[in-house]
């Protein structure tokens, strides 16, 4: 079984502060591939970043890093110097061999950054 | 590359009409396509999952009868919600991957699931 779990419903930030989103994941699979997803007011997912479980190096794209530590089973979303432009619903997913490769979607953090 | 359209955007039908929503993978060949609804404030949950030619997967809890898909070709998956009523009010989201050329048990770029914009059902 997979399971995603993210436990922050919503988040409400001042313009510029920092923001961290928590995904905690559970599988039995040894293989297995992590995502985050935005989901802006449109509703259109925009894909963020997929990373496999071999590798556990931190990453980082301009103002969002990604943190995971399969110590944990945790794979935490931060954003950097948040811009109301960042408001949306984030979504951390969850995919591996023995589910055919289906997506498991964690329940999603709102994330509201104000002016 | 890798574009998935959805047509329409947006529909509103009366109670016990059948709506159609369909999804295009427009620049590659789509063996595998996958069908999310996503109620208000929540989740996206997995309604089914169809292969090209053959008959679509539903998740459990899912009426096949309610929800008819269809995925005669590469390119093109359609969702027919049949008899709508008001609870399948929703946001309806495709997605779709190509398998064709993976390797068995690998996953790689062709395993990727690239997603439609949605189609937002309103059922008066």
């Known amino acids: 079984a997979q399971k995603v779990t993210q436990a922050q419903t919503e988040i409400s930030v001042v313009e510029k502060e920092d923001v961290t989103l928590d995904c905690v994941y559970e599988?039995?699979?040894?293989?297995?591939?992590l995502f985050w997803y935005k989901q802006p007011p449109s509703g259109e997912l925009v894909f963020l970043i997929r990373r496999n479980s071999f590798d556990e190096q931190n990453e980082i794209s301009g103002r969002y890093s990604w943190n995971f530590q399969k110590s944990t089973s945790s794979f935490n979303f931060t954003i950097t110097a948040s811009q109301v432009v960042d408001s949306a619903v984030y979504f951390c997913a969850l995919t591996q061999r023995s589910n055919d490769y289906k997506l498991s979607f964690g329940a999603g953090t709102t994330v509201t950054v104000r002016a | 590359g890798a574009v998935v359209s959805q047509h329409p955007s947006r529909v509103i039908c009366k109670s016990g009409t059948s709506v159609k929503i369909e999804c295009r993978s427009l620049?590659?060949?789509?063996?595998?396509m996958f069908w999310y609804r996503q109620f208000p404030k929540q989740s996206l949950m997995l309604m089914a999952t169809s292969n090209e030619g053959s008959k679509a997967t539903y998740e459990q809890g899912v009426e096949k009868d309610k929800f008819l898909i269809n995925h005669a070709s590469l390119t093109l998956s359609t969702l027919t919600v049949t008899s709508a009523h008001p609870e399948d009010s929703s946001f309806y989201i495709c997605?779709?991957?190509?398998?064709?050329?993976?390797?068995?048990?690998?996953?790689?770029?062709?395993?990727?699931?690239?997603f439609g914009p949605g189609t937002r059902l309103t059922v008066l």
């Open positions: 997605s779709a991957r190509d398998l064709s050329q993976s390797k068995a048990g690998a996953f790689n770029s062709y395993n990727e699931q690239f």
């Open positions: 620049d590659f060949q789509a063996t595998t």
């Open positions: 599988t039995r699979d040894t293989t297995y591939y």
